[in-house]
């Protein structure tokens, strides 16, 4: 509490604002809920990747045009490892920074159901583009995703900066993903 409104004075704005942002100690859901609620629809999102290039790799995707900077298909997993293991680290912040009561409540579910869009549209990017070789549709995907993950990194920060950190990574190999996407197009 404020110390203004400790000493009996009426709140200023300020200590308003103070109030409306705080986020409480501790979370408000057991460990364990926070972790499968953070690591399942991240896990399903990278399965859903591995399984929409696997079989597309070698084939058509090997046989696409593709600009100098394509990385070798062996950086694309590693990448992708790393960065699912830091998305599932941030939404398990975030699902911890769950503010118990309050004005800021609102804006919680509104990050974490930007969070869940922007796993969403991840989800979505690799069937598109890889499955059914909708490189334009991929573009519109990516460019999306793109949008989301920063408008994540944005609300997510008000309640966990680390989670917001944990995902500029993201953020950048997104923006790199919608370059080489949209190489892609222009080329094929």
Known sequence: MPRAVALGNPPSETDVMITATQVPEGSALPRWLRLAAAILPVAVTAAIGSVATQAEIPGWYASLNKPAFNPPNWVFPVAWTILYTMIAIALWRLIGAMPRTGPSREGWWLALAAFLI??????????????????????????????????????????????AWLLVPYAVWVAFATLLNAAILRMN
Do not use: C, E, K, Y
Request: glycine fraction near 4%; avoid cysteine; charge should be positive.
């Open 118 to 163: 922007q796993i969403a549209l991840n989800a979505a990017w690799t069937p598109v583009f890889f499955t059914a070789h909708a490189i334009g549709t991929g573009l519109v995907v990516v460019a999306m995703l793109l949008v989301m993950v920063l408008w994540t990194i944005r609300l997510t920060w008000r309640f966990d900066r680390l989670a």
